[in-house]
C-alpha cells in the first residue's frame, strides 16, 4: 500500500493487519510504521520512484493508494504522476488490483446533484482544492484506457474517530447528501471491496 503513514492509510494498515493480510507499504518515513507495525514489510522510498514502486507492489494480490497531498499545497501531482506510476509499476511486475482513495464529485458536480452541493462545490471547494481536482481528473483520464482493475474511490471531508460501521456507497453514481465519513470506515470500505469485480474499472462513493 501507498500512503500508509497518515490518516486514512494508518487506519488501513491496522485494519488490514486484524484481519489477517500481509502488508508491504511503501513509505517516504518507515520508521513511523516499523514502530508502529512490526508485522508489516516496509520500502523506503518515495511513490515517484519507479524502481521502488515495483519493489512494493510485486507479488502482492491488491494495492491500495491512499496517498495524498501536504495541507498548505496549491498544487500536486501525486495523482496524476504518483499514482500512475503505481499503475505502471503493477504493469512491469504483476498485480492487477489497483485501489485509489481521491476526493467525491470531481472537478464539476454531477448534474444529478443537488444544488447546494454543487454551490458548494463551486464556492468552497474548488477555489482552495481546484488543483486536486484537476490533478485527480488527470488521473482518472490517464488510468481508464488502462486495463487493470482499477477503482477511484471518492469520500466527502474525511473524519478521525472509532468507526460507525454504517455508510453509504455508491457505483458509477454520486451519493447525494455526502458530507462526510470517518477514515476508519473508508478503510474497511477499501479493503471489502479488494475482490469486489462489481468495482473493476469504475468510480466509487462512499460517505456516511
Ligand atoms: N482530508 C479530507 O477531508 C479528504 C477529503 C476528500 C478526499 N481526501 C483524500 O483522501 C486521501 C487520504 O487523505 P488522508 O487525509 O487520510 O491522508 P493524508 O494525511 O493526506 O496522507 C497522505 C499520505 O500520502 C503520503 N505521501 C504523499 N506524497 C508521497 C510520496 N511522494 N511518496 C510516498 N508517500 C507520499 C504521505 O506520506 P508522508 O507521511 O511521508 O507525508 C501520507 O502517508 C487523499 O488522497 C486525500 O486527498 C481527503
Not at 127 to 132: C, E, I, K, R, T
Not at 157 to 173: A, E, Q
Not at 174 to 195: K, T, W
Request: hydrophobic share 45%.
Amino acid at each position: 500500500m501507498f500512503g500508509g503513514t497518515r490518516g486514512t492509510g494508518l487506519k488501513l494498515i491496522e485494519k488490514a493487519l486484524a484481519e489477517g493480510h500481509e502488508v508491504t507499504a511503501l513509505a517516504r518515513r518507515p520508521e513511523v510504521l516499523s514502530a508502529r507495525f512490526p508485522g508489516i514489510r516496509v520500502i523506503p522510498g518515495d511513490a515517484f520512484s519507479l524502481e521502488t514502486a515495483e519493489t512494493a507492489v510485486k507479488g502482492s494480490e491488491a494495492v491500495i493508494s491512499t496517498l495524498g497531498f501536504a495541507r498548505r499545497s496549491r498544487e500536486t501531482r501525486i495523482y496524476s504522476e504518483g499514482v500512475l506510476n503505481i499503475a505502471k509499476a503493477m504493469e512491469e511486475v504483476g498485480p492487477r488490483r489497483l485501489i485509489v482513495l481521491a476526493a467525491s464529485q470531481g472537478i464539476d458536480p454531477h448534474p444529478d446533484f443537488p444544488w447546494y452541493a454543487s454551490i458548494m462545490m463551486k464556492i468552497l471547494l474548488q477555489p482552495v482544492f481546484g488543483f486536486a481536482y484537476r490533478d485527480m481528473a488527470k488521473m482518472t483520464d490517464l488510468l481508464a484506457p488502462s486495463d487493470m482493475d482499477w477503482t477511484l474511490v471518492g469520500v466527502p471531508l474525511l473524519t478521525n474517530g472509532s468507526r460507525k460501521d454504517r455508510y453509504r456507497s455508491s457505483i458509477g453514481k454520486p451519493l447525494h447528501h455526502a458530507f462526510r465519513i470517518g477514515r476508519a470506515d473508508v478503510a474497511e470500505y477499501l479493503l471489502s471491496i479488494i475482490d469486489d469485480s462489481g468495482t473493476f474499472r469504475k468510480w466509487t462513493e462512499v460517505a456516511w
